[in-house]
């Protein structure tokens, strides 16, 4: 069974910084690209980041220049940093493959005040 586990997820005053983590089972991380995504209140989810096998890394241009993805291979964990956060990056962030699978975690909240 696969599992995704994000953490890291917190309050913070628009322009702050966060760095979430999640840690994932061997069979999915190894093989795929992996991204981060997001879902607000009464929206569709979202991708926000993805990084390949190989550490090629893609951004929309609406967290472009501020979130960065990371992984690390030894440890089956992939990361987001996410700087000078704004109200609207407020939502609920999971990690996942790129194309997602059907097995989805808990997600991390992030908030952002204005």
């Known amino acids: 069974q696969v599992q995704l586990v994000e953490s890291g997820g917190g309050l913070v005053q628009a322009g702050g910084s966060l760095r979430l983590s999640c840690a994932a089972s061997?069979?999915?991380?190894?093989?795929?690209?992996m991204g981060w995504y997001r879902q607000a209140p009464g929206k569709q989810r979202e991708l926000v980041a993805t990084?390949?096998?190989?550490?090629?890394?893609n951004y929309p241009d609406s967290v472009k220049g501020r979130f960065t993805i990371s992984r690390d291979n030894a440890k089956n964990t992939v990361y987001l940093q996410m700087n000078n956060l704004k109200p609207e990056d407020t939502a609920v962030y999971y990690c996942?493959?790129?194309?997602?699978?059907?097995?989805w975690g808990q997600g991390t909240q992030v908030t952002v005040s204005s």
């Open positions: 061997g069979s999915i991380f190894s093989a795929n690209a």
């Open positions: 996942n493959a790129v194309p997602p699978i059907d097995d």
């Open positions: 990084i390949t096998s190989g550490g090629s890394t």
